[in-house]
């Protein structure tokens, strides 16, 4: 069945379908850049980082920062060593008052997609009513003779297309709305261990007295 066709099978509720199938597109294509920028780049980085900092090459570390400030996990590692000779626990507030900064970027627009899964099935079920309220209009009771059939298998399919649309665009959505909430929930681990492994890096040095 061709696009043209299958809108005009699906009726009206196939407008605002396709609105949330482009902007689920849209949306699922920013967070795929976003989360393969952070994939190839931010391990590196920051291993790179906390062995600098291990060999006491707190300068290295800075600017090894501050040529990736587009990582989340750099700019919460900056917040706290940027911070002029800190106690451990204002070096530990500060990573993780920029760690809870960062979570609206990680789960950014998270519920957009929510929104999406929980209207476009919704969307599909209207369809469904207001194609089985079109058939019912087409049948005529005293016409035994079939003349009014052509109304209501139009009723009838537009019922079903709006329904199985509604739900294919919930599913897409749905599939990379949860590996995007994955990708966040493996990132807060990252970033609480790589955060837990500087701030012991720095106990270390306020300790020994190298603030």
């Known amino acids: 069945m061709q696009i043209s066709n299958l809108f005009a099978a699906g009726g009206v509720v196939m407008w605002p379908l396709l609105g949330f199938s482009l902007l689920a597109v849209a949306l699922i294509i920013e967070r ?9 780049r931010q391990n590196r980085v920051v291993k790179e980082v906390l062995k600098l900092y291990r060999l006491d090459n707190v300068v290295g570390a800075l600017d090894m920062l501050q040529q990736n400030p587009d990582l989340p996990i750099a700019r919460i590692f900056l917040a706290a060593l940027e911070l002029e000779q800190p106690t451990p626990e204002e070096f530990r507030l500060a990573l993780e008052s920029e760690a809870q900064a960062e979570i609206p970027l990680l789960k950014r627009f998270q519920n957009i997609f929510e929104t999406i899964i929980g209207l476009a099935p919704l969307l599909g079920l209207l369809g469904t009513v207001l194609g089985l309220i079109a058939s ?20 009838i399919s537009e019922a079903l297309v709006s329904t199985a649309s509604g739900l294919v665009v919930a599913i897409f959505t749905l599939l990379f ?11 807060i681990a990252w970033i609480q261990e790589y955060g837990g492994q500087l701030e012991l890096l720095y106990r270390h040095r306020y300790e020994r007295g190298d603030k």
């Open 136 to 155: 019912f209009a087409s049948l005529n009771i005293g016409d035994v003779g079939g003349t009014q059939t052509a109304g209501v298998t139009a009723g």
């Open 177 to 187: 709305a949860n590996t995007f909430r994955g990708l966040y929930q493996r990132q």
């Open 32 to 40: 795929i850049l976003f989360w393969v920028k952070i994939h190839n």
